[in-house]
């Protein structure tokens, strides 16, 4: 199976890039480094072509709620479009468990109001 991984130089990336490729799939790494931007789309056409499998494990470094919110509501936005397109069949996202549960004490919203991603929005 061929298996991208979004965010696949990251902490959790690492490893999810590791166990891919020891299962035996193909892995393609999507970061920045490796020549493919998540927000800006540039390098995601070729790097989903012929994929099975998207793998979301990016993230953005920021206090901002409101940064967080637009990153990764683009990002999503931008694999499953261009995923739909390439005939990716799953898309795996990781957040953070009970994420949707959290009042975010420094803005007085809920995640689920403010739009952070939760698995149970990202079909
Ligand atoms: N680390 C933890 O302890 C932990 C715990 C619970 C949940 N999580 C969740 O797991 C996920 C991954 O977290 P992490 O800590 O592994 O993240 P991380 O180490 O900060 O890695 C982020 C990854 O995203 C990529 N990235 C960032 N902006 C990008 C862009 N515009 N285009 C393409 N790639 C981009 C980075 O590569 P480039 O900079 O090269 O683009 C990097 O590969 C997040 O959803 C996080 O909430 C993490």
Redesign the pocket.
């Known amino acids: 199976m061929r298996i991208a991984v979004?965010?696949?130089?990251?902490?959790?990336?690492r490893l999810v890039v590791e166990a891919a490729t020891e299962a035996g799939h193909q892995v393609v790494v999507?970061?920045?480094?490796?020549g493919?931007?998540?927000?800006t789309g540039r390098g995601l056409d070729e790097a989903l072509h012929g994929v099975d499998v998207v793998i979301d494990?990016?993230?953005?470094?920021t206090l901002s709620g409101a940064k967080a919110t637009t990153?990764f509501e683009t990002?999503t936005r931008n694999l499953l479009e261009t995923g739909a397109r390439a005939g990716v069949k799953h898309h795996v996202l990781?957040?953070?468990i009970g994420i949707d549960r959290v009042e975010w004490a420094t803005t007085g919203r809920s995640s689920t109001r403010s739009g952070w991603?939760s698995p149970a929005r990202c079909r």
């Not at 979004?6 to 990336?13: E, K, S, V």
């Not at 494990?57 to 470094?61: F, T």
């Open positions: 979004a965010g696949g130089t990251g902490l959790l990336g999507m970061s920045r480094a490796r493919v931007d998540l927000t494990v990016s993230n953005i470094e990153f990002v990781v957040s953070i991603r």
